[in-house]
Nanobody, 121 residues
Framework: QVQLVESGGGLVQAGESLRLSCTPSRTFFSINDMGWYRQAPGKQRELVAHITDTGSTNYADSVKGRFTISRDSAKNTVSVQMNSLKPEDTAVYYC???????????????WGQGTQVTVSS
């Protein structure tokens, strides 16, 4: 079973930056989409940023212009650079990968365990 290992979370002040990265414990046979989601206390999990296998990206309106998602297809990693952080960005951030571990398998969705990002005002 593959695990998605997230890193880079922490406590920062408003206006500062963080970079989150996600690395699978095993190499995927193929990856379709990769992304980052977040869930704040008392709220539903929401999409933060998404990148396809062709490099197309989309972002939540609340992070456009501040966050940048990137992927390294050779390393199966996905990262998000978060600049100008705001207190409302405080949440647990989850890595998401859609792909196949082996060619014979169906495409599946995999989630990381989450990493806490806290932005103080």
């Amino acid at each position: 079973q593959v695990q998605l290992v997230e890193s880079g979370g922490g406590l920062v002040q408003a206006g500062e930056s963080l970079r989150l990265s996600c690395t699978p414990s095993r190499t995927f046979f193929s990856i379709n989409d990769m992304g980052w989601y977040r869930q704040a206390p008392g709220k539903q999990r929401e999409l933060v940023a998404h990148i396809t296998d062709t490099g197309s990206t989309n972002y939540a309106d609340s992070v456009k212009g501040r966050f940048t998602i990137s992927r390294d297809s050779a390393k199966n990693t996905v990262s998000v650079q978060m600049n100008s952080l705001k207190p409302e960005d405080t949440a647990v951030y989850y890595c998401n990968i859609v792909g196949k571990m082996r060619w014979i398998e169906d495409v599946k969705t995999y989630w990381g365990q989450g990493t806490q990002v806290t932005v103080s005002s």
